[in-house]
């Protein structure tokens, strides 16, 4: 139906008090799971990669494979660039035909952050219709080439986050809040609501205008993700869950098939196991029908 970048689909989930699943795909299986979860259940969708599984595949091939399928999809679609440290590849990517760009700074000090990530912004609105997240703090674990040990994670701001806003002109924003990449090491992951809540006060109090977004969606326990939203979280962004569902969807068909070599019905399995992932998610997050 439509091809979105996501600050569009995203203002209209903040006001709804819903959120839109954000899932990184690291192929076209994957990403096909993630359209029919969508399609099924009328949601709009974010689809992201990181830095490597878009080298990998190439901005062109990926972003061809994106257009067709939106083409035909009857839902709302955005191609995300998750993570990019390179203000360059977050411009090639751009050029490409990705419709929202995270460039990450967030680990060069404040001033660095501000000045890289507002080069990306106004590259991306003299582009076209590309929104851009900037994050701001530091989210603990591994997400691609980012690596953060739990102790080095910082956490944003409010009002600091407001002044980050205003000077990048940054269309959507990641606050560091407690969250982390990868699995949690337990089952009640300390999460800052209330920063959460405060600075989606300060920005979105007076009118949603920047929307936020929740990293580490992987593991949330549903009450969190619930209680995220009500805060102002309005992209959650899932990779880990999908990564592990692919590899275990691909072990247990061939454990099951030892003697059977047709990689179409490896597929297959794949695509529905990662349907059935990310259709939990879209319920979860109250996407449901507002395609
Ligand atoms: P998880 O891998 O924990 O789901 O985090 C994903 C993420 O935040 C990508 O930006």
Same mark, same amino acid.
């Given at each position: 139906m439509s091809i979105v970048n996501a600050?569009?689909?995203?203002?209209?989930?903040?006001?709804?008090?819903?959120?839109?699943?954000?899932?990184?795909?690291?192929?076209?299986?994957?990403?096909?799971?993630?359209?029919?979860?969508a399609v099924e259940l009328k949601s709009p969708v974010i689809i992201q990669t990181s830095v490597k599984p878009s080298k990998f595949l190439g901005t062109e091939v990926l972003v061809a494979i994106f257009r067709t399928i939106a083409a035909s999809a009857p839902v709302p679609i955005c &191609?995300?660039? $998750?993570?990019?440290?390179?203000?360059?590849y977050c411009k090639t990517?751009?050029?490409?035909?990705y419709t929202n760009i995270m460039i990450d700074a967030s680990k060069q000090p404040y001033d660095g952050n501000i000045a890289q990530t507002k080069e990306v912004v106004d590259y991306c609105h003299k582009a076209g219709n590309i929104s851009v997240e900037g994050e701001l703090g530091t989210v603990s674990g591994v997400e691609d080439q980012i690596k953060v040990a739990e102790d080095e994670a910082q956490l944003a701001n409010p009002?600091?986050?407001?002044?980050?806003v205003e000077a990048t002109g940054v269309d959507i924003f990641a606050p560091a809040i407690g969250t982390a990449h990868g699995v949690y090491k337990t089952k009640n992951p300390k999460i800052d609501f209330e920063r959460l809540g405060k600075i989606n006060q300060l920005l979105n109090g007076g009118g949603v205008k920047t929307p936020l977004v929740v990293h580490g969606?992987?593991? &949330?326990?549903? $009450?969190y993700i619930k209680k995220l939203i009500?805060?102002?979280?309005?992209?959650f962004n899932v990779s880990t869950e999908l990564k592990h569902t692919l590899i275990d969807a691909k072990y247990e068909y061939l454990s099951a098939h030892r003697d059977e070599y047709d990689p179409g019905k490896v597929d297959v399995a794949v695509r529905d196991a990662?349907?059935?992932?990310?259709?939990?998610?879209?319920?979860?997050?109250?996407?449901?029908?507002?395609?």
């Amino acid at each position: 139906m439509s091809i979105v970048n996501a600050k569009e689909i995203m203002v209209e989930a903040a006001k709804g008090k819903y959120a839109i699943g954000a899932f990184n795909i690291t192929d076209l299986v994957q990403l096909e799971g993630v359209v029919d979860a969508a399609v099924e259940l009328k949601s709009p969708v974010i689809i992201q990669t990181s830095v490597k599984p878009s080298k990998f595949l190439g901005t062109e091939v990926l972003v061809a494979i994106f257009r067709t399928i939106a083409a035909s999809a009857p839902v709302p679609i955005c &191609l995300h660039l $998750d993570h990019c440290t390179e203000v360059a590849y977050c411009k090639t990517c751009a050029d490409a035909g990705y419709t929202n760009i995270m460039i990450d700074a967030s680990k060069q000090p404040y001033d660095g952050n501000i000045a890289q990530t507002k080069e990306v912004v106004d590259y991306c609105h003299k582009a076209g219709n590309i929104s851009v997240e900037g994050e701001l703090g530091t989210v603990s674990g591994v997400e691609d080439q980012i690596k953060v040990a739990e102790d080095e994670a910082q956490l944003a701001n409010p009002e600091q986050a407001v002044k980050f806003v205003e000077a990048t002109g940054v269309d959507i924003f990641a606050p560091a809040i407690g969250t982390a990449h990868g699995v949690y090491k337990t089952k009640n992951p300390k999460i800052d609501f209330e920063r959460l809540g405060k600075i989606n006060q300060l920005l979105n109090g007076g009118g949603v205008k920047t929307p936020l977004v929740v990293h580490g969606g992987t593991g &949330l326990p549903e $009450d969190y993700i619930k209680k995220l939203i009500e805060m102002g979280g309005a992209k959650f962004n899932v990779s880990t869950e999908l990564k592990h569902t692919l590899i275990d969807a691909k072990y247990e068909y061939l454990s099951a098939h030892r003697d059977e070599y047709d990689p179409g019905k490896v597929d297959v399995a794949v695509r529905d196991a990662i349907r059935k992932a990310v259709s939990h998610w879209i319920q979860m997050l109250g996407s449901a029908g507002k395609a």
